[in-house]
């Protein structure tokens, strides 16, 4: 089945403690994607790839990382979380061939820093 | 500027009526690419409709279906015979650019209610 999945689902964690959110697609995706979304503020992009080792910055890249050292994952980092970053995060992938105007997003990942 | 309006904070529908969800859009490139997604209760986005700035025909999934008029940059979406399980967030988005660097502009969303 195709799909795109992240890990943890849930988590709270505390200030300053360093985590990562795990996203991993089984599509052969060239393009993947982070976003967060936020009460009345919609999905706004926080980094991109277009393909292995090839990352650049969406609209709000501030407190994240990013690293594509493999096609498959896609992980965020959050060095130093703080609590503007709790929000709910989605992965999304796309590919280059077929139907490419899809993409298709992982389950989301709710993050509550405290 | 924002790129995606959608003006509609909340809808509400009775069941096996239409609803039309209004999107605009902002933009200055002729290639790009509009879309619609629904986000029930439970979190997940799940891809609805999808209309090329070059498509001709308005684009059509079962009972969704975009009306697309380019001159007004305008992209509803219309529900045909809602359901109680439309119940959901409702976002448009937009690709610009053949390829510019594979982001969605996301509008801030309406939530639709529908009603026995």
């Known amino acids: 089945e195709a799909q795109v999945t992240q890990n943890p689902r849930y988590l709270i964690t505390v200030t300053g403690k360093k985590l990562t959110v795990t996203c991993s697609q089984n599509?052969?995706?060239?393009?993947m994607s982070w976003y967060r979304q936020d009460p009345g503020l919609g999905l706004r992009q926080i980094y991109y790839?277009?393909?292995?080792?090839?990352?650049d910055k969406g609209d709000v890249p501030e407190g994240y990382k990013v690293s594509r050292k493999e096609k498959r994952n896609f992980p965020l980092i959050l060095e130093s979380p703080s609590p503007n970053q709790t929000s709910l995060y989605f992965c999304?992938?796309?590919?280059?061939?077929?139907?490419?105007?899809?993409?298709?997003f992982g389950p989301g990942t709710r993050l509550t820093v405290t | 500027a924002q790129k995606i309006t959608q003006t509609q904070p909340g809808m509400f529908v009775q069941e096996k009526e239409a609803v039309t969800l209004d999107c605009t859009y902002d933009?200055?490139?002729?290639?790009?690419?509009l879309f619609w997604y629904k986000q029930p209760s439970s979190g997940e986005m799940i891809f609805l409709i999808y209309?090329?700035?070059?498509?001709?025909q308005n684009a059509t999934e079962g009972r969704y279906s975009l009306n697309f008029q380019k001159a007004r940059k305008s992209a509803n979406l219309v529900i045909s015979a809602s359901q109680l399980g439309d119940s959901a967030m409702y976002f448009c988005?937009?690709?610009?650019?053949?390829?510019?660097?594979?982001?969605?502009?996301f509008g801030k969303g309406t939530s639709l209610l529908v009603t026995p």
């Open positions: 999304a992938s796309r590919g280059v061939a077929g139907r490419v105007y899809e993409q298709y």
């Open positions: 599509m052969n995706h060239e393009y």
């Open positions: 790839s277009m393909n292995v080792e090839v990352t």
């Open positions: 933009t200055s490139d002729q290639s790009y690419g």
């Open positions: 209309q090329g700035s070059y498509d001709e």
């Open positions: 988005a937009m690709r610009e650019g053949e390829d510019s660097g594979y982001a969605l502009n």
